[in-house]
């Protein structure tokens, strides 16, 4: 039976009771007949205030930290930054996950009722709600719903690069290689001779010189491969390595006599294959091959550093560590082999620090943010607060110094074959995308091809296929 309420109870000037104002029995509203977009509200405020409040605490009170690494505690502060300006806006952001949330939730469910009501009839209320939840956040974050943005392919990683070398190690091009011995023993005898002219013999560099002779004396009727070739070449990029300066530079110099050799092989001392082809594989296995190692070489370097700095001091002094490893690649030569005069400069950029940089490292240390003496110091007359903020500049400065090491490893990678190949790929499915047309689809296919023939296993090549697939449908 319904219920009679007097309208007191909901605000109104108080009456004698229900004969005296005609009204008929009525029920009285209640939290289930409210509309779940307005009744939602104050909870959603609360939870967005509450996720805010967490990041804060996480990320900058010292209860937050736990035992957690220098860079997931730089993580966090980042994410406690951005929580202060969220919390206040967690009215705004609360009110429109539950304003527009819930519609948006409603109207996906009803479409689905009119195009597939047998799906449509497992929906899952909470689910869609949450998704619709998270579209708004998207929204509210500055994202728009957009013309499609041409696709961005990351650096190649150092796994990745390992990979697409050995691939080319181990391509077709270089193991059909096939030659007659004269060419190489030819080479072997040339190269000697030039070495002569530059100083060098077998008894300064006594090494490399045993290896070429010994390449000089190839049997007749014998056949070279393509493998053969780049034994001997890595056989002489170890000598290269010596810290004998001598032997060094006489492998080096044999090295690129090498190089040189291999695309001037004549057609009448191949017995099978393509020398100029194998050449230009060799070639992308070796840069492949060598920014890997030479980026791995850095990534230990800062791990090192980050590993250093989490023993001695919390995390703290990072950036001192990270600017030790970087310069001992700026000063030592054994260091920098392998690397660019460009990324050798780099190194020693980050070694010396920004003028910024400079002046945030000093503040912080000032202010006590390393801990310490310091931070008791300054942190007794401030109450605590010179010590916090020294803290941020630390992190920040730290942050900085890292980012810097990590952006130069990342150019070391950038410069290899494969990120080539990947680069031009991503403009060649930007331009089809932004002037879809035969000849621009034809140009991705080259490029897909190209990026596929430096890449290893069938789920990359699969990735690319799966693509162009999608450029394809999209301009039918």
Do not use: C
């Amino acid at each position: 039976m319904a219920e009679t309420v007097n309208p007191a109870d909901w605000g109104a000037a108080p009456v004698d009771g229900p004969a005296n104002w005609g009204a008929v029995p009525v029920e009285a509203p209640s939290q289930s007949s409210m509309p779940a977009a307005i009744a939602d509200v104050p909870a959603e405020i609360k939870n967005a205030a509450s996720e805010n409040i967490a990041a804060i605490k996480r990320g900058l009170t010292p209860s937050g930290q736990g035992e957690r690494g220098f860079l997931e505690r730089s993580g966090d502060l980042a994410k406690g930054l951005a929580g202060i300006p969220g919390l206040v806006l967690s009215p705004v952001t609360g009110a429109a996950r539950s304003l527009i949330g819930h519609p948006m939730a409603d109207l996906t469910h009803k479409a689905g009722e009119l195009i597939a009501p047998e799906i449509a009839a497992k929906d899952d209320p909470a689910a869609m709600y949450a998704r619709a939840k998270g579209d708004v956040d998207l929204a509210l974050s500055g994202a728009r719903a957009a013309t499609p943005k041409p696709p961005t392919v990351s650096t190649p990683t150092i796994q990745e690069l390992k990979a697409a070398s050995e691939a080319a190690y181990k391509s077709p091009e270089v193991v059909g290689l096939e030659m007659k011995p004269d060419p190489i023993r030819n080479y072997s005898v040339k190269t000697q001779q030039a070495m002569n002219a530059e100083g060098f013999d077998d008894i300064v560099a006594p090494k490399t010189f045993s290896l070429l002779q010994r390449v000089e004396k190839f049997p007749e009727g014998s056949v070279v491969t393509g493998q053969n070739i780049n034994s001997l070449r890595k056989k002489l990029g170890k000598l290269a390595g010596s810290i004998d300066p001598t032997e060094k530079a006489a492998a080096s110099f044999a090295i690129d006599h090498l190089d040189d050799f291999i695309p001037k092989i004549v057609g009448k001392d191949i017995l099978k294959g393509d020398a100029t082809a194998a050449a230009a594989r060799l070639e992308e296995a070796r840069g492949n091959w060598a920014a890997a190692k030479q980026s791995e070489k850095l990534d230990k370097k800062i791990v090192k550093a980050e590993m250093q700095a989490d023993t001695a001091n919390s995390g703290m002094n990072l950036e001192n560590r990270i600017r030790t490893q970087m310069g001992k690649i700026a000063i030592d030569d054994r260091e920098a082999r392998g690397l660019r005069p460009s990324e050798i400069a780099d190194a020693k950029s980050i070694a010396e620090g920004t003028a910024s940089q400079n002046l945030l490292r000093g503040a912080g240390n000032l202010l006590g943010g390393g801990g310490g003496l310091g931070a008791v110091v300054t942190g007794i007359p401030s109450g605590g607060l010179a010590p916090a903020a020294g803290f941020g500049l630390k992190v920040l400065s730290n942050r900085m110094t890292l980012n810097q090491a990590n952006r130069l490893s990342e150019a070391i990678r950038s410069r290899a074959p494969l990120a080539s190949s990947v680069e031009k790929f991503g403009e060649a499915i930007a331009k089809h995308q932004a002037n879809s047309s035969p000849s621009t689809y034809a140009g991705a296919v080259i490029a897909a091809r190209n990026l596929s023939n430096n890449l290893p296993g069938a789920a990359y090549k699969s990735a690319i296929g799966t693509l162009l697939r999608d450029l394809t449908h999209r301009d039918e």
